[in-house]
């Protein structure tokens, strides 16, 4: 029974492989999986089971396994039928020769050095089969096909497939919003439960067959969209890629899906991520961008994401035919015969063929292909009589109303244009909706003088690619056509400009689908087009098509995959959240979260401390609108002070007189601006510069700037600091904001040019400081400082969030060892992420908590030492103050 709530449906994924028995290991040596599935249990210390595992992995590999990729969809690649008569019943199968799937394994076999690479299938029939029958279907396609079956009640399949998937992805993918229940219908939670529960089946399939530290897994298409989640969740370090075939809609349609952000972040657990064309990919991004606050980056050519230390890679390349299969269609009697049919028909008629190959659904713009022929016929009588538009028309794969309207509506228009222009023994419009052969189709392109694709939004489509290799012909069609050997091809193509496959394709005459009389012009324009145009663009698309077939687009997605793949041994890996917010954090090795008993053991052991805290998002969260710290805070703050032993510093680069009024309660802490090197200490009610203030005049410049760009930028702030001023546009429009900065940088860098500051763009802000200044200069000045007036620190705790600690956390690490041997070093930031770091803890609750804990050890060695003397710890602090010339 399905749980009413989805987000508790990802747990079911944790209880192992399923429920039945697993399947054979198909002929290879398989290690336990808690061996090979590393990163699974992140607690565990590397000593013992480092040895344990770098021994079975020497075992393992002294077998030399082949490698092998797990291919998971919807449907297999297998075509099913049952056995009648005599026999007793029983099932019989054979390839879908069809089958992109199926098309990419042969194409990388034979072409692309990938011949002994093991292929696996993962996915449903087509038919239903009989419970009774599973075990019995399952071990006939695993010995024979290498095709593990996903058994799918009736009732599950449907809400799944013709529900969630056809009823809410699909048609929103398309850019139809569910403005009313007739179109797509609303949103169904139940329908949800459906998805994600076959999901969940497809994830227990492959764990039946998965070797996680060899195999490869690629998924394909928004049917399992959530299956990622459920395999990052069992298997941290799985090598999974994905492949969305169909198109991904612009962040404004995306963003009205109620479980966007499920989906989104289930597609990140994937390593690579691939899209037909960069429109696709660009709207993929825009929605990570504006929903999970996700930044990209191009690395030497690869669009990279990098999501809690994982680097997950955008992959854009559009799929191809696979050229021997078309070749084979071509040499054919069938086709030759069909094609000598088709030339009596029409050519012998001195008639033109121009041809449609489309699903019968609503996004494949048949009804606007008709009314621009239509309009054709209108406006340019020369071609009545001589015209022949044949459309031949797939049944949809989706069902409903939408489906018989679209049916309706093109047989009307059908009827419509032949009324008014049909002549004795002249159709201007041929309607073929009966299932053709894949040779008839392969014929009529052959005769076809123009393919018109003229679809409102499809994903690839692979239709204008398949007329390119038909119209190249061989010597056998050249022949039937009257052709000699050494004639020059040509073809013709009429493209919607919102199909996947227009990118690739330059030579065709785009459109856009939607105006009538643009397609019209279209049409009209490759009819009167001259000979030898004609051939250069056929030549310019049979050279892309021939060389960008299936097994190259295949053979460059596992490269890219096992590429980004390369560095997950070399990572630490946890898996955090719940449900299907479930994501891995990979990170260093050597990087661990601070155990709070280790600090306060060398807390106490340690006599001479430096403490170093930054205050937005590490004292305080950064998203608090609040800023002002709490009593508790002061408090804590206060008791690390008393003890004589401590140095504590806020280093901060908020205004002095912020600070001054926030820390006045505390004695003796000290105050170390990120910028412009001031140090300011309380000591007798009074604050000491020990540094002097740097010239902030370029302020006068830079601000009036950074104010017009906040006008003109809705969301945009500007917070003037001590010695630097910080334009931020953390609440605006991600790439309205973007380009804005982008603007700004180069606007201040003109203006400032012959003032000493640097302007710096960082997430989501653009800074101006004075140049040469870091908070790691603040931390190396302070040590050395130190070490001149003989204060070996020897324990040093410092904490921030963001990568301007960073150069806090390498000054430290390197510097205090200079200072003692035994000093006791810990660089902390919050949050698991990439970091300079050695520990790191969650959030600043925690951060909170450990401080105070420092503070109560502080109160309780206070209270059995007798109190300081006052002026030994004013002489302990002016000496750590920096005099500089």
């Not at 492989?17 to 290991?25: I, R, V």
């Not at 040596?29 to 607690?43: E, L, N």
């Not at 994600?196 to 998924?219: M, R, T």
């Not at 119209?471 to 073809?491: C, H, M, T, V």
Request: net charge negative; proline share 5%.
């Amino acid at each position: 029974m399905v749980s009413r709530s989805y987000s508790n449906l990802l747990e079911l994924a944790s209880g192992g492989g399923g429920g039945g028995e697993p399947l054979p290991s198909l002929g290879r040596r398989r290690i336990p999986r808690v061996v090979t599935a590393s990163g699974i249990v992140p607690d565990l210390d590397g000593s013992d089971d480092d040895t344990d595992a770098a021994s079975a992995a020497s075992d393992h590999s002294s077998h030399a396994p082949r490698e092998r990729t797990i291919i998971v969809a919807n449907q297999l690649p297998i075509r099913a039928s049952r056995r009648t008569g005599g026999g007793g019943g029983g099932w019989e199968f054979s390839w879908d020769e069809d089958s992109l799937l199926l098309q990419l394994k042969d194409s990388l076999r034979e072409h692309h050095g990938r011949a002994d690479m093991e292929f696996v299938y993962v996915g449903g029939l087509r038919d239903d089969v009989p419970p009774a029958d599973h075990d019995e279907v399952a071990h006939q396609l695993l010995e024979g096909f290498r095709c593990v079956p996903t058994f799918l009640p009736a009732d599950l399949r449907s809400r799944f497939y013709h529900g969630f998937c056809k009823q809410q992805l699909w048609p929103l993918f398309h850019y139809m919003l569910p403005l009313s229940p007739e179109l797509g219908g609303r949103f169904d939670r139940t329908l949800w439960q459906a998805y994600v529960s076959v999901n969940k089946i497809f994830a227990d399939k492959i764990l039946e067959v998965i070797s996680p530290e060899e195999d490869y897994v690629w998924v394909h298409d928004y049917h399992l969209m959530i299956l990622p989640t459920f395999l990052r969740k069992r298997f941290n370090r799985v090598k999974l890629g994905f492949f969305l075939h169909s198109p991904f809609p612009s962040s404004e349609i995306y963003k009205t899906l109620p479980v966007r952000e499920e989906l989104l972040r289930s597609l990140l657990n994937a390593d690579l991520i691939g899209f037909h064309t960069f429109d696709y990919a660009r709207h993929f991004l825009s929605c990570c961008g504006r929903m999970l606050g996700l930044k990209y980056e191009s690395r030497r050519g690869y669009i990279a994401l990098e999501y809690y230390g994982r680097t997950v890679t955008i992959k854009i390349l559009p799929v191809g035919v696979h050229l021997e299969q078309l070749q084979s269609v071509l040499n054919l009697t069938e086709t030759g015969v069909k094609v000598a049919e088709l030339l009596k028909q029409f050519c012998d008629q001195n008639r033109l063929l121009l041809l449609g190959v489309d699903d019968m659904d609503i996004f494949k713009g048949i009804s606007l292909k008709l009314l621009a022929f239509e309009q054709l016929l209108m406006q340019h009588p020369e071609w009545r009589g001589r015209v022949v538009l044949v459309q031949i028309a797939n049944p949809a794969r989706g069902r409903g109303k939408d489906v018989k309207e679209v049916q309706d509506e093109s047989y009307a228009m059908v009827r419509r244009i032949n009324d008014a222009f049909g002549q004795p023994g002249y159709q201007p419009v041929i309607l073929i909706d009966r299932p053709l052969q894949f040779y008839e189709r392969m014929a009529y392109y052959v005769v076809a003088e123009c393919c018109l694709v003229t679809a409102v939004r499809d994903g690839m489509n692979l239709i204008p690619y398949e007329y390119i290799i038909a119209r190249q012909g061989n010597e056998k069609i050249d022949r039937i056509l009257g052709l000699s050997p050494s004639a020059r091809k040509k073809s013709m193509l009429v493209l919607s400009e919102f199909i996947g496959c227009s990118p690739s394709l330059s030579g065709a005459i785009r459109v856009n689908p939607w105006n009538v009389d643009a397609v019209a012009d279209a049409m009209d324009s490759a009819l009167e087009m001259p000979e030898g145009e004609k051939v250069l663009r056929h030549e310019k698309h049979h050279k892309y098509v021939s060389t960008h077939d299936v097994g190259y687009w295949a053979n460059s997605f596992l490269q890219d995959l096992e590429r980004t793949c390369l560095d997950h041994s070399r990572r630490r890996c946890w898996g955090i959240g719940f449900g299907l917010r479930f994501r891995v954090v990979a990170l260093d090795p050597n990087f661990k979260k601070l155990a709070v008993e280790h600090l306060v053991s060398a807390y106490r052991r340690t006599t001479t401390r430096i403490i170093l805290l930054d205050y937005d998002g590490t004292l305080m969260p950064q998203t608090s609108f609040g800023k002002s710290p709490s009593s508790k805070t002061i408090d804590m703050l206060s008791s690390l002070c008393r003890d004589q032993n401590n140095m504590v510093f806020l280093v901060s680069a908020k205004k002095r007189s912020t600070l001054d009024e926030w820390f006045s309660p505390c004695e003796n802490i000290g105050l170390a601006a990120e910028h412009g090197y001031f140090l300011r200490l309380k000591r007798d009610a009074e604050w000491e510069t020990c540094v002097p203030v740097t010239d902030c005049s370029w302020k006068q410049i830079a601000e009036p700037v950074m104010k017009t760009y906040t006008e003109t930028t809705d969301g945009s702030t500007i917070e003037d600091k001590e010695t630097a001023i910080v334009w931020s546009y953390e609440d605006a429009d991600p790439d309205f904001g973007s380009c804005q900065a982008k603007e700004l940088h180069d606007h201040l860098e003109s203006v400032l040019a012959n003032e000493p500051v640097t302007v710096k763009a960082g997430l989501n802000h653009v800074e101006v400081k004075p140049q040469g200044v870091s908070k790691g200069l603040v931390a190396k000045r302070l040590l050395s400082t130190m070490q001149e007036n003989g204060l070996l620190p020897d324990f040093v705790l410092c904490i921030g969030d963001d990568r301007s600690d960073d150069d806090m956390f390498e000054v430290i690490t390197t510097a205090a060892n200079r200072l003692s041997l035994d000093a006791e070093v810990f660089a902390c930031t919050v949050g698991r992420k990439p970091s300079k770091a050695k520990y790191y803890l969650d959030d600043p609750a925690d951060i909170v908590r450990l401080i105070q804990g420092l503070a109560n050890v502080s109160d309780e060695m206070h209270s059995v030492l007798p109190p300081p003397d006052a002026a030994d710890t004013a002489l302990r602090w002016n000496n750590t103050c920096p005099q500089l010339p």
